[in-house]
């Protein structure tokens, strides 16, 4: 059953920003504040790396988007756990259409996700770019680190490096990367109907506050492009201030639009303005929030990446290594107490990015010292480049795997040495035998904490069984 839909009073903020928005959308501002007060939708993203997801309606502009009918309890579906989707709203997947209008979906490139947190716009760049591009997944806010940490080693993606340095650490990387997503602080009146606080901390004030930030974020990021590079901004903000003005200065710097190519079906406004071509999302137009993008080129000759170099097969390959695929196209790198796994073909570019940021993670974490000895690390067991046939294995059913998830012990018989459980044939987490039973290894900031679900289950899990 749905939430109670929000109550129809007009707060001061929204009455303030149905004032502004009459001059862009004349008599529909009528419709759109009665969708504001509506139920918004629910909707998730598919991990197609690792499951073919739900028979359910497809997000038009997004591939491996679908809406569900409800909100279910995902704290308690052992497949949101091990990544196998993201719950997303559908207006933010609209990243997949300007990833296409930037051609660069196929190359091995290297892309930077500015400001990442708290992983949704990355998990999907990483879908949609060559699994040998290399994504840099940054956030400055200590508190969002680890949520974008965890987001990004549930997804399993290989060639994913997390940092957490402000923009202006950027000028210690010029012209390194060949695409930037800007997902900007805004002023949050996108998400005016899915989240109280936004709504009531909205001013004209804050918008002004806002377009400072963006303005100083965007110099930092234009600075880092490549030459021929692409800019990808968005907000989830109807405001001109803080969308075509803020890229009106890089069109004077030479920067050029490009338009995203649009069903005009899906309800998605595309237009001009001070010569930016931007997209519009507006919820009485379509099935989701409230959001502005827009795709931006750097002038400068663009030379295509070539291929990355494969390392010649080693001979020796570190104990770590033999729990990924092909282990031998694989190098290892240890910071601190954990060994991390990267591709040699990038390991000049990581050496770049650890001098100018604070690097978290360069590659996969392969295994982490405890108490003097070196054992898996938990983002190792959920990454799609661990080779499953070297692990001894503990398939889950569904109950197993939320006692797992709780942070429970499993009972066994004889048990020893280190195991993956599986749930639905994908990793979940490490075990570790102890006789008569399987000590767990999934990390305590990860475990459920409630008791029991606060809505339905998932409609595509059958209590006790595996999912199709």
Same mark, same amino acid.
């Given at each position: 059953m749905g939430r109670p839909a929000p109550s129809r009073s007009r707060s001061q903020p929204l009455r303030t920003l149905v004032e502004r928005l009459e001059q862009q959308l004349g008599d529909e501002v009528t419709g759109l504040e009665d969708a504001l007060h509506a139920e918004p939708p629910v909707t998730v993203r598919i991990n197609p790396a690792k499951w073919k997801g739900p028979d359910r309606p497809v997000v038009p502009w997004c591939a491996s988007g679908r809406y569900l009918a409800d909100r279910p309890s995902f704290t308690f579906d052992p497949l949101f756990h091990a990544g +196998?989707?993201?719950?997303?709203?559908?207006?933010?997947?609209?990243?997949?259409?300007?990833?296409k209008a930037t051609g660069l979906q196929d190359a091995p490139i290297v892309a930077l996700d500015l400001c990442a +947190? *708290?992983?949704?716009?990355?998990?999907?760049?990483?879908?949609?770019?060559? *699994?040998?591009?290399?994504?840099?997944a940054n956030e400055i806010d200590r508190k969002r680190q680890p949520t974008l940490m965890e987001n990004c080693w549930k997804w399993g993606a290989p060639n994913t490096v997390i940092s957490g340095s402000a923009p202006v650490a950027l000028r210690n990387t010029p012209e390194c990367f060949d695409l930037i997503l800007v997902d900007a602080p805004c002023s949050g009146e996108g998400m005016f109907r899915k989240d109280a606080y936004a709504r009531e901390q909205w001013s004209p004030e804050l918008v002004d506050a806002c377009a400072r930030t963006q303005s100083s974020i965007l110099d930092h990021a234009w600075s880092a492009l490549r030459p021929g590079g692409w800019l990808i901004y968005s907000t989830c903000t109807w405001e001109l201030q803080e969308n075509e003005q803020q890229l009106d200065r890089l069109t004077k710097q030479g920067a050029q639009a490009y338009p995203l190519q649009l069903d005009p079906a899906w309800g998605i406004v595309q237009g001009e303005h001070l010569g930016i071509l931007g997209a519009r999302c507006y919820p009485h137009r379509l099935r989701g929030e409230g959001l502005f993008c827009a795709v931006l080129r750097k002038p400068g000759a663009y030379v295509e990446p070539s291929e990355l170099r494969i390392a010649e097969p080693q001979q020796d390959l570190a104990d770590e290594q033999r729990y990924l695929l092909t282990p031998e196209t694989w190098h290892t790198l240890e910071r601190g107490e954990i060994r991390y796994a990267i591709r040699p073909g990038h390991a000049r570019t990581?050496?770049?990015?650890?001098?100018?940021?604070?690097?978290?993670?360069?590659?996969?974490?392969?295994?982490?010292?405890?108490?003097?000895?070196?054992?898996?690390?938990? +983002?190792?067991?959920?990454?799609? +480049?661990?080779?499953?046939?070297?692990?001894?294995t503990m398939p889950l059913d569904r109950e197993q795997a939320i006692a797992y998830l709780k942070g429970a012990t499993l009972p066994a018989q004889n048990a020893s040495g280190t195991a993956l459980a599986t749930y639905a044939d994908m990793g979940l987490g490490w075990l570790h035998g102890a006789g008569n039973r399987w000590n767990n290894r999934w990390p305590t900031p990860w475990r459920i904490r409630a008791h029991k679900p606060m809505a339905p289950p998932v409609s595509w899990a059958d209590a006790g069984s595996d999912p199709a």
């Open positions: +196998a989707y993201y719950v997303q709203e559908a207006s933010s997947m609209l990243l997949e259409q300007a990833v +947190a *708290p992983g949704g716009k990355t998990t999907h760049l990483r879908s949609l770019l060559h *699994p040998e591009a290399l994504v840099v990581i050496d770049t990015l650890e001098r100018a940021l604070q690097v978290f993670a360069p590659g996969i974490p392969l295994v982490e010292r405890k108490a003097g000895r070196w054992r898996p690390h938990p +983002a190792l067991a959920l990454s799609t +480049a661990l080779d499953k046939d070297r692990c001894t």
